[in-house]
Nanobody, 115 residues
Framework: QVQLVESGGGLVQAGGSLRLSCAAS????????MGWYRQAPGKERDLVAR???????AYADSVKGRFTISRDNAKNTVYLQMNSLKPEDTAVYYC?????????WGQGTQVTVSS
């Protein structure tokens, strides 16, 4: 079982920045694929970014060049640096951890970008 605790969401003006953090339990954090999804009201949950244990990353086209995912294996934490935020980035952001056997989710953190 992996527990995930997100932080760093909030309200920001368009063009601003936020950094989300996700702290994970578990002894094998460095082996997990970690990432972020987001879900806006009335829409599906979509992948934002993910980082494999190898360091390989992937991003949604809509956030490329603006968002950066990183991880600190010593702190069992994954981050999502979000720059040049747009109103369309408004959503609940969910951290996830994918192990060999299962996928675990955080509780979500709200990000609201005002125009």
């Amino acid at each position: 079982q992996v527990q995930l605790v997100e932080s760093g969401g909030g309200l920001v003006q368009a063009g601003g920045s936020l950094r989300l953090s996700c702290a994970a339990s578990g002894r094998s954090f460095s082996m997990y694929t970690m990432g972020w999804y987001r879900q806006a009201p009335g829409k599906e949950r979509d992948l934002v970014a993910r980082m494999m244990s190898t360091g390989n990353t992937a991003y949604a086209d809509s956030v490329k060049g603006r968002f950066t995912i990183s991880r600190d294996n010593a702190k069992n934490t994954v981050y999502l640096q979000m720059n040049s935020l747009k109103p369309e980035d408004t959503a609940v952001y969910y951290c996830y951890a994918r192990t060999l056997l299962d996928t675990f989710w955080g509780q979500g953190t709200q990000v609201t970008v005002s125009s």
